[in-house]
């Protein structure tokens, strides 16, 4: 047998299993990869979306303050409508209005309304328009004036500007109201964006932690598989196929644990060993005595039953289990394969009973004596041994 074929052959094929692995591996990693980086990504747009948001509420609150500011003004500004002059006694009629109103005087009233300009000047600053509150400020300032007379043409003039001073009011809270919608809608598909992206996120994820899942599903599988193969090849004969004395023992405990647990039928062993052996080996060399021990062991397997258990124990030494089978069933079976026309190579053999409580060392040590004695009778024959 060549020793150092074989040795080679098993970092080989782990190599090739670990490149094989890392093949499997790498679009895992890749996911994984792509995955983290889609997530940084939609994270970042979803912080610069909340960023946005939280700038569009707080100008959207600033808006709505300037919105209820203006509707002051125009409420403050209905009173405007006291200062048209009538044809007599204007002032003296002006005056009782404007007291009823509960107004002192008509720069009360325009100090009233200046001062809600100078708020809507103060939030002015921090909004995304500019309001013409100069213009306003200089309309109301020319809208009030100290003196006046109770000429047509004056009356048609404060009717003309007050006009003009709602309308400029109208416009500018129309404005106001058109940037407050604006930014709402932009509030409003930021926060549905964010919405969108962290539901991304989660099937995204989802769906890799499945294929992960999946994966290791798979790769579990496969380990497990190759950790079978494994483990029946510790347990194989590398030259032969058959078990090896390792997992000859292993199986064949486990079937005298079963026997005594249900009560089974015994079974009965044979020690087979080929005649001759070493002879054939010196004689034609390691290679061809390596091709008779795996010629033997495939005669031994085209001629046993499916379910006996066939081993190589020695060098040219095998064990053959017969299950349900007492001794002498198993010497016709044993001496049938012998004398069979297909068997070409000569071997002795020993055979004993299992017992119940028996162990397989001691059925092979018996089993073994039968064995010597069959060599002693001429080789190329079989022999039982009692207990």
């Given amino acids: 047998m060549n020793q150092t074929a074989v040795g080679f052959k098993h970092p080989l094929k782990t190599l090739k299993l670990g490149l094989s692995d890392l093949a499997e591996a790498l679009p895992c990693q890749a996911l994984n990869a792509c995955w983290l980086f889609v997530c940084l990504v939609l994270a970042a747009f979803a912080v610069i979306n909340c960023s946005q948001i939280k700038g569009l509420r707080s100008t959207q609150a600033r808006l709505q303050l300037t919105q ?27 005056a009782a209005r404007l007291k009823q109103a509960g107004y002192q005087s008509a720069h009360e009233l325009a100090y009233q309304i200046q001062s809600r300009l100078a708020i809507l000047n103060a939030l002015q600053a921090e909004l995304p328009v500019q309001l013409p509150l100069q213009q306003l400020n200089d309309s109301i300032n020319k809208l009030i004036p100290t003196d006046y007379s109770n000429s047509s043409a004056d009356s048609k003039r404060i009717e003309s500007s007050i006009d003009q001073w709602f309308k400029a009011l109208t416009q500018l809270s129309q404005r106001v109201q058109a940037i407050s919608n604006a930014h709402t809608q932009r509030s409003n598909t930021l926060e549905r964006n964010n919405l969108l992206l962290a539901m991304a996120v989660l099937v995204f994820s989802v ?11 798979e790769m579990s599988k496969r380990f497990e598989f190759e950790l079978k193969l494994l483990t029946n090849q510790a347990r194989t004969d590398p030259l032969t196929g058959v078990l090896n004395r390792r997992g000859w023992l292993e199986y064949t405990g486990k079937y005298l644990k079963n026997c005594q647990k249900e009560a089974r039928k015994p079974a009965s062993l044979a020690v087979l060993d080929i005649d001759y052996f070493k002879q054939y080996n010196d004689t034609f060399g390691h290679e061809a005595g390596d091709d008779r021990l795996r010629h033997f062991a495939a005669i031994l397997r085209q001629n046993f039953r499916p379910g006996d258990l066939i081993a190589r124990v020695g060098g040219e030494e095998f064990a053959v289990m017969l ?65």
């Fill in 323 to 387: 299950m349900n089978c007492n001794v002498e069933e198993s010497r016709r079976i044993v001496d049938r394969i012998r004398e069979s026309a297909l068997c070409d190579i000569p071997f002795s053999a020993g055979l004993t009973n299992i017992d119940n409580h028996e162990s397989i060392i001691k059925a092979m040590a018996v089993a073994d004596q039968a064995l010597y004695q069959a060599k002693h009778s001429g080789r190329n024959c079989s022999k039982i041994a009692y207990h």
């Fill in 207 to 217: 769906s890799l932690a499945a294929l992960n899942i999946w994966k290791r599903s």
């Fill in 68 to 94: 209820n500011t203006i509707n002051d003004l125009v409420i403050q500004s209905a009173n405007l409508r006291l200062l048209e002059p009538t044809i007599s006694t204007n002032e003296r009629i002006s």
